[in-house]
T-cell receptor, first 112, second 115 residues
Framework: SQQGEEDPQALSIQEGENATMNCSYK?????LQWYRQNSGRGLVHLILIRSNEREKHSGRLRVTLDTSKKSSSLLITASRAADTASYFC????????????FGQGTELSVKP | DGGITQSPKYLFRKEGQNVTLSCEQNLNHDAMYWYRQDPGQGLRLIYY???????QKGDIAEGYSVSREKKESFPLTVTSAQKNPTAFYLC??????????????FGEGSRLTVL
């Protein structure tokens, strides 16, 4: 399977705490993306990091990428109850006709 | 409003029946994708299409078929050959002018239940 691995599978924290989710993969990438999914809904794109970038920020989101270890992490700072959702990493494979391969996801629960 | 419309939102079918899920977009995106999601799992790629009249198999194409006759439309047929069709199906699009990005825009999904 080309799917990556994400951990943890589930994460439960209190409001105000930080949440860190990790993603590992096996093949080369053009970029790595993170998506959010509320229960029963479609996915929403959060942030993209290119293979030549090491860190990127967007609001309360911080993404890192280590291509030597083939891993990425998503940090959500000062979490809110509204951040409760599933988070997925996805690898964009430009040389395979634009395929986007998703990981298994991390289910985040933020308790008020 | 610009966006992606999937229909129906919920669908029930009997075993042995084919069913077609609709995906329509007015974002003027060239690429379209179909993913399947099972409970508590990630998305698995069924089929994708970069341009009209062309499409490629994803990782789990068996038991599914697609067509891409128009830029705006990418319907997915779940055939009776698909052994476990009960799942949440997601359609997505991508703007291919920025070749090295690959951000996907998703519809709200169709939930298929086989009785």
């Amino acid at each position: 399977s080309q799917q990556g691995e994400e951990d943890p599978q589930a994460l439960s924290i209190q409001e105000g705490e930080n949440a860190t989710m990790n993603c590992s993969y096996k093949t080369s990438i053009n970029n790595l993306q993170w998506y959010r999914q509320n229960s029963g809904r479609g996915l929403v794109h959060l942030i993209l990091i290119r293979s030549n970038e090491r860190e990127k920020h967007s609001g309360r989101l911080r993404v890192t990428l280590d291509t030597s270890k083939k891993s990425s992490s998503l940090l959500i700072t000062a979490s809110r109850a509204a951040d409760t959702a599933s988070y997925f990493c996805a690898r964009f494979l430009y040389n395979q006709g634009g395929k986007l391969i998703f990981g298994q996801g991390t289910e985040l629960s933020v308790k008020p | 409003d610009g966006g992606i419309t999937q229909s129906p939102k919920y669908l029930f079918r009997k075993e042995g029946q084919n069913v077609t899920l609709s995906c329509e977009q007015n974002l003027n995106h060239d690429a379209m994708y179909w993913y399947r999601q099972d409970p508590g799992q990630g998305l698995r790629l069924i089929y994708y299409s970069q341009i009209v009249n062309d499409f490629q198999k994803g990782d789990i194409a068996e038991g599914y078929s697609v067509s891409r006759e128009k830029k705006e439309s990418f319907p997915l047929t779940v055939t009776s050959a698909q052994k476990n069709p009960t799942a949440f199906y997601l359609c997505a699009t991508r703007y291919t002018q920025y070749a090295n990005t690959g951000e996907l825009f998703f519809g709200e999904g169709s939930r298929l239940t086989v009785l």
